[in-house]
């Protein structure tokens, strides 16, 4: 049923999305000459996809996490793309193609070997990872590998059809910060 509803929504989201994506592609070009991100990440049982979402850093910024990257590597545009979580919409594509959810764990990247451990032990792999969910929008990220895994665990356990919704509907609200950087 979550399979499903991912596609339907995804798809509906990327059709009725695809003027502003342009939109914000053009800027982005204008903004880093490569407006498009895309990095391989930890997908469901491991297997490594290639994450796509709006850049929101200059292009020469390293390929780590988030919360371990500077401040000074985000751009303008890139700060309101992030503040307003629009820098995430392309990922409807990775939803689209079965490699996301619309909720699940936020996919790491496979050099977080902390977290890849702390998600090991709680089984977070055996499910697609998702855009949003209960840690994105209580503001829990990466910087805290064990509270993320322990917060990724309680939502799949109780992840139903209200959660679903209440997760996404938090996310389009406002709810939680985004990927935070230091």
Known sequence: M???LDFLLSLLGLFFAMPFLVILYLIGLFDTGSPIFMQERVGKNKKPFTLIKFRTMSVDTAS?????????????FGGFL????????PQLWNVLKGEMSLVGPRPGLFNQDELTKARDAKN?????????????VNEIDMSTPELLAETDYKMISTLNLKNYFSYIFQTVAGKGSGDRVK
């Open 2 to 4: 979550i399979r499903l």
């Open 82 to 89: 992030r503040k307003t979580k629009l820098d995430e919409v």
């Open 124 to 136: 977070i792999y055996n499910v697609r990872p998702g855009i949003t969910g209960l840690a994105q």
């Open 64 to 76: 780590v996490a988030s919360h371990l990257a500077s401040t000074s590597s985000i751009t303008p």
